[in-house]
């Protein structure tokens, strides 16, 4: 892991994977550009297409998905709250959507090793942001639009533009987890 | 006897909703404030300080702190003496439904767990109805995320378990919820009773401020070594290692079986949310 840990690297979104490859857990990242939500109710629409041979509503290659569903924006807001969800409810469909070209990865939580193998074998990121910081996160939301499945509400996929959005690197492409290595690690040091 | 028009409930439970869901309590403010004073690890003080950051800028901005603005669970305080003109469940969910439309907050609840579709407007409550004495009602709101929801347990312990098999469960619980729970947690944990009422325990446990001891020594000093135990574990903020796994833990005891010792622990992430009226 890398010891450097505080530092914020800006990261431009859409991303080919050749620019995640030197991201190395525990590194933090600054995120803009465009992020696509999408969570349980999502993912299984998602999966039924893949299923019946139809095009997915984004452009997979280079895309990061970020799992959360937003509190409905008051008036003058962009977003309401928009911090992430637990990522591992998403692990059935995710090998499926970084083996079609998925790129990065944003929630909260360990991740399964199915998920894991298909990241170290696409190049793929796992990043995770604050869980419970929703409104600082949704207050980096620039813009978002309504993509697919309005009738999911909050569950629904929308692009979000988003500015500085704060996150971590959980799982690098290399399979380097934070989850593990960081808890050991901090361990070690006060011994 | 006291006459008390459902109306007064249904807008007491309203406003707790919205204020439970955008001002953080001040207990968890300072527990936060203080673990990031003691906080060596450096991933961990940037989740804490975001984490702080976070709860400014929600009461600044009048936004929920997180957008799992949760399953409302009410508690309700009725004093013998009170008469409610009214249905006080309904009174109760209209509460709960104008708080989620006038707060803009997540609606999060599907009418059925199987077929899922999703009521619309955060109703229906999980209401919870004590007899006291009096002529008052306190209403608690208590939103509860799933996060950590999802994390807790029920054991059924034998009686020579003892204090050591409940805080072995309360650890290992904790420890598996890792980085999903939301961590720092906070732990309310149930012992005795039956199977439901273990349950129960440690759900009402979550609603006493981190910074009020338990009135019992022999559970105060419980509540001190699960504490200890639970940060020693490294887990950390967000599960990348540190200091912070639990910023409290609160214990709450029934009598029980001669052949049982019921223990349920219920985990609540750092959003750990709470209001309070009297009416």
Redesign the interface.
């Known amino acids: 892991m890398n010891r450097e840990f505080a530092v914020k690297l800006p990261i431009k979104l859409p991303i080919i994977r050749e620019d995640l490859a030197s991201l190395r857990a525990g590194d933090g990242v600054l995120l803009s550009g465009v992020l696509y939500t999408a969570r349980d109710a999502a993912h299984m629409r998602l999966c039924e297409l893949l299923d019946s041979g139809e095009p997915l509503p984004f452009e997979l290659r280079g895309a990061a998905i970020y799992y959360a569903g937003p509190t409905p924006p008051p008036p003058g807001f962009v977003v309401g709250s928009a911090g992430p969800t637990t990522s591992s409810r998403m692990d059935f469909a995710a090998p499926r959507l970084i083996r079609r070209g998925l790129s990065c990865m944003i929630g909260k939580g360990a991740r399964s090793a199915e998920v894991v193998e298909a990241m170290k074998e696409c190049g793929a990121v796992y990043l995770a942001a604050v869980g419970g910081a929703g409104a600082l996160l949704g207050g980096r939301v620039l813009r978002s639009e309504l993509v697919a499945f309005p009738e999911l509400g909050t569950e629904a996929v929308r692009r979000l533009t988003v500015s500085d959005f704060p996150a971590t690197v959980a799982i690098d492409s290399l399979g380097g987890d934070i989850y593990s290595e960081g808890r050991a690690e901090y361990l070690r040091s006060i011994k | 006897m006291r006459i008390i028009a459902p109306e007064r409930i249904s807008d007491a439970v309203a406003r707790l909703f919205i204020d439970a869901n955008v001002r953080l309590p001040p207990d968890i403010r300072a527990a936060v404030g203080r673990a990031l004073e003691n906080e060596?690890?450096?991933?961990?003080r940037?989740?804490l300080e975001?984490?702080d950051?976070?709860?400014d800028?929600?009461e600044a901005?009048?936004?929920?702190?997180?957008?799992?603005?949760g399953m409302a669970c009410v508690f309700l305080e009725i004093g013998y003496d009170a008469h409610i003109g009214g249905d006080v469940y309904e009174a109760v969910n209209s509460g709960v439904a104008r708080g989620c439309a006038e707060g803009?907050?997540?609606?999060?609840i599907v009418r059925d767990p199987l077929r899922?579709e999703?009521t619309?407007d955060n109703t229906p409550a999980a209401v919870y109805i004590e007899l006291v004495p009096g002529d008052n009602i306190k209403i608690t709101v208590a939103p509860k995320?799933f996060?950590s929801e999802?994390m807790s347990r029920v054991k059924m312990l034998r009686p020579s378990d003892g204090a050591r098999g409940v805080i072995d469960f309360v650890v290992s619980a904790v420890e598996d919820a890792?980085?999903?729970a939301?961590p720092p947690v906070v732990v309310g944990v149930g012992v005795g009773g039956s199977f439901d009422k273990a349950a129960l325990l440690a759900k009402r446990a979550l609603l006493r401020p981190l910074d009020e001891p338990n009135p019992d020594p022999y559970y105060a000093e419980l509540e001190c070594e699960l504490l200890e135990k639970l940060n020693a574990?490294?887990?950390?903020p967000?599960?990348?290692?540190?200091?912070t796994t639990a910023l409290g833990v609160s214990v709450l005891s029934a009598p029980t079986h001669i052949a049982g010792l019921p223990a349920a622990v219920n985990i609540s992430?750092?959003?750990t949310r709470h209001a309070t009226e009297i009416v």
């Open positions: 060596p690890w450096r991933p961990a940037r989740v975001t984490i950051e976070n709860a800028e929600a901005r009048g936004i929920p702190i997180c957008q799992d603005t803009y907050l997540r609606a999060s899922r999703n619309g995320g996060g999802n890792g980085g999903s939301c574990l490294g887990t950390g967000m599960g990348f290692g540190g200091k992430c750092h959003v």
